[in-house]
């Protein structure tokens, strides 16, 4: 059982703020070396954070950030996952509004 004291801060590998993990995107690199969006926020691998938002992913883009965060190569189709999913919803298959929770393995202590 997870312990809750503090909300997890993350920071995004784009604007370079903080933020709860539950407000940035996960991705992760594999243990084989591919780079996902790792909706859960619990798939095995080295992970990197970013604000779903396009100017986050514009930025982290530009600068290679999460290239450098993960030491791996970010394929064209997670960038465009990220883009064509950012700002409002549906990157994660659930509304922006909803909490993740779509593994439906963790009913949550609250
Ligand atoms: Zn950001």
Redesign the pocket.
């Known amino acids: 059982m997870p312990k809750r004291r503090h909300e997890p801060i993350r920071t ?1 590998v ?2 370079r ?1 903080e933020g709860s993990r539950h407000s940035l995107i996960r991705l992760v690199r594999t243990p084989e070396g591919a780079v996902v969006v790792d909706p859960a926020g619990r798939a095995p691998g080295r992970g990197a954070y ?2 779903p ?1 396009e100017d ?1 992913v514009r930025q982290a883009r530009r600068r290679r950030a999460l290239e450098r965060a993960l030491k791996a190569a970010v394929p064209e189709p997670v960038w465009q996952e990220l883009a064509s999913g950012s700002a409002d919803s549906g990157i994660f298959g659930f509304p922006a509004s909803g909490r993740p929770g779509g593994a439906g393995e963790d009913p949550g202590p609250r």
Do not use: A, V
Request: charged residues 0%; proline residues 0%; contains cysteine.
């Open positions: 995004c784009g604007c703020q970013l604000h938002t986050c």
